[in-house]
């Protein structure tokens, strides 16, 4: 296992959040390991020796990045000045408590040590047991979790310009390691009335990276712009028409999806996607168009009630959207109502029916929000299996308030429950690494991914009704407010899986 450091003080604590890559080629078997926590030096010891390269470099990078935040302040408002001022003051207290400066920290009496808190030479072993199955997750998620990324929150943030070479770098290792988790991002950018232009790979469809992002395996969705992501010479038309007919020669094509409109509310925004996909299905008629929404048009009622309203959506926007994609919020706690949106989609015709949350189904619904359980974060992907649906679409993993630098305080957006719109936290906010951090809840998201897969291959031996079966005789999983508040019956469950499909293969 890799070696790290951690600095507390005493009476600090600290959360350790463990994950073990398993590799597709590791032989099956039982495997023992142990974590160890050891104090590696006392106080006095730590800041009588002269400093190693590597301290001194994070130092320096700390103290460096205080000057980047504060040093380019022409032309700033007042707002941006105090931001700047507040993140390079967050920066500098983070080096202040480091472990260099310890022994002058606790010389100001403010640190209270107990008797208990005094260094030993004892260490803190767990050992883990881990069971390495014979069967591998497949590479390419069997359901496609599509996350949105603001690229203005990474300009902002990050100080870089639309279209630069350093935009394109941030960019790409955002992409790069986001798909570690399983997940197709795609980058967003919102306009009017819930308008969004929507792109996974920010070069056009001539160019290289093209195929690179949408070659990959452990992608299963990409989003294709409609109108050109960075400006250029051709007119928007040109520009469709150009992507789709180099896409549509290559196998990942497949892949492709158009998301254009964000929750439509009423006839001018349904007209807006009509006229839209129309331009898209002159040049690709095969082209799937992805639409969110959870309530028909307001001004033109389909239905003599809310819920036919919503349900003659598909009918309505036929054939201008292959990708329907609905609100967990409108289904609620009845999901028996799954079963009648189901009832008008046309799978055969290549219609699919995806789900998303966003600041709705509230507490004790799954859903993505700060303060929910951990299985009920989970819960969101086991929802989906159960339900029915064949995707799924969250609209940001990274939309905080505006912020003028990297290391600024994350601030979640006003009017949203916490949490939502936000997976993962920018690295510079907690030290000088340059990668992202990922929430619990994102980590959740994976391992929700992973469950999925299992109840596939149990699907694929014993057919889908069985694998509700064991969803519900587990006690993992019975509805959007009944599941399991603890991990055994996930454990009981996966066990289940690899036994029988273990017996089924021995037959």
């Not at 920290?105 to 803190?124: C, K």
């Not at 990474?154 to 988790?181: C, M, N, P």
């Not at 609905?326 to 949106?341: C, F, H, M, P, Y």
């Not at 587990?474 to 055994?488: A, D, L």
Request: proline content about 7%; some cysteine; glycine content about 6%.
């Amino acid at each position: 296992m890799p070696l790290t450091q951690l600095n507390l003080f005493p009476g600090e604590t600290t959360a350790i959040w463990v994950s073990i890559d398993v590799p597709n080629a590791q032989p099956p078997g039982q495997y023992e390991g142990e974590l160890i926590i050891t104090a590696t030096r006392d106080v006095a010891e730590s800041t009588a020796q002269f400093l190693g390269k590597s301290e001194r470099h994070q130092l320096y990078r700390e103290l460096k990045n205080c000057l980047d935040v504060v040093e380019p302040i022409d032309g700033k408002s007042p707002d941006e000045l105090v931001e700047r001022v507040n993140s390079a003051t967050s920066s500098l207290r983070r080096v202040l408590l480091s472990p260099p400066f310890s022994d002058l920290f606790s010389d100001n009496g403010l640190v209270d040590m107990m008797d208990e808190d005094a260094i030993t030479n004892l260490s803190i072993r767990l050992k883990l047991n881990l069971t390495v199955w014979d069967f591998v997750l497949p590479a390419t998620p069997s359901l496609p979790a599509v996350i949105g990324i603001s690229d203005t929150v990474i300009e902002d943030r990050f100080g870089v310009e639309h279209g630069s070479s350093e935009w394109y770098e941030a960019l790409d290792q955002h992409f790069k390691w986001l798909l570690e988790y399983k997940i197709s991002p795609y980058f967003c950018r919102w306009g009017e009335n819930m308008r969004v232009l929507t792109y996974t790979c920010p070069w056009p469809a001539d160019h290289p990276k093209s195929d690179e992002y949408f070659s990959d395996p452990r992608l299963a969705a990409y989003a294709v712009p409609y109108s050109p992501v960075v400006s250029c010479g051709d007119t928007a038309k040109d520009y469709l028409q150009q992507e789709v007919e180099i896409l549509r020669t290559k196998n990942h094509w497949r892949k492709a999806y158009f998301y254009l409109w964000d929750e439509p509310l009423n006839l001018e925004h349904y007209e807006g996607i009509r006229n839209m996909a129309g331009d898209i299905h002159a040049y690709a008629p095969d082209a799937r168009i992805m639409t969110t929404y959870y309530c028909g048009p307001s001004d033109s009622p389909l239905a003599s009630n809310n819920f036919e309203a919503f349900l003659k959506v598909p009918e309505f926007l036929r054939p201008h959207t292959q990708i329907y994609c609905t609100s967990e919020w409108v289904i609620g706690n009845r999901e028996d109502l799954a079963k009648d949106i189901i009832a008008e989609i046309q799978p055969e015709n290549g219609e699919e029916w995806w789900t998303y949350v966003c600041m709705g189904p509230s507490d004790p619904h799954p859903n993505w929000h700060l303060g929910m359980r951990g299985t009920q974060h989970r819960a969101v992907m086991w929802r989906v299996w159960k339900e029915g649906g064949t995707g799924f679409l969250y609209w940001g993993a990274n939309c905080y308030e505006k912020a003028t630098a990297p290391s600024a305080e994350i601030r979640f957006r006003r009017g949203l429950p916490p949490g939502d719109g936000v997976l993962y936290y920018p690295g510079q906010v907690f030290s000088s690494s340059q990668e992202p951090v990922a929430s619990l809840r994102l980590e959740r998201l994976l391992s929700g991914l992973q469950d999925i897969e299992y109840f596939k291959l149990y699907a694929s031996r014993f057919g889908r009704d069985e694998s509700l079966n064991l969803l519900e005789k587990t006690g993992m999983y019975q509805g959007p407010e009944r599941y399991t508040h603890e991990h055994m019956p996930i454990d009981v469950m996966r066990g289940e899986v690899f036994r029988t499909c273990r017996s089924e293969n021995n037959v």
